[in-house]
Nanobody, 124 residues
Framework: QVQLVESGGGLVQAGGSLRLSCAAS????????MGWFRQAPGKEREFVAA???????YYADSVKGRFTISRDNTKNTVYLQMNGLKPEDTAVYYC??????????????????WGQGTQVTVSS
């Protein structure tokens, strides 16, 4: 069982930056693929970024060039650095994990473990 706890959300003006963190329990964090997803009101949960156990990274087209996913296996933590934020980035952001994912890393159903989410609000 893996427990995930996100932090770092908040209110920011358009063009600003935030860094989300997701701390994971467990001894085998380095073997987990980690993903970030987001869900805006009235919309389905969508893929944002993922980091495989080998360090490969994947991004949604909508955030490519603005967001960066990284991980620190010594701290059992994955990060999402978000720059150039836009009002359309407003959503609850969720961290996800699995080892290995049961499908493509950009599919939410590929992950068994989820955090509680952290709200990101970008004002125009």
């Amino acid at each position: 069982q893996v427990q995930l706890v996100e932090s770092g959300g908040g209110l920011v003006q358009a063009g600003g930056s935030l860094r989300l963190s997701c701390a994971a329990s467990g001894r085998t964090f380095s073997t987990y693929a980690m993903g970030w997803f987001r869900q805006a009101p009235g919309k389905e949960r969508e893929f944002v970024a993922a980091n495989s156990w080998s360090g490969s990274t994947y991004y949604a087209d909508s955030v490519k060039g603005r967001f960066t996913i990284s991980r620190d296996n010594t701290k059992n933590t994955v990060y999402l650095q978000m720059n150039g934020l836009k009002p359309e980035d407003t959503a609850v952001y969720y961290c996800a994990a699995d080892s290995p994912p049961t499908g493509p890393v950009h599919f939410s159903r590929s992950y068994a473990y989820w955090g509680q989410g952290t709200q990101v609000t970008v004002s125009s």
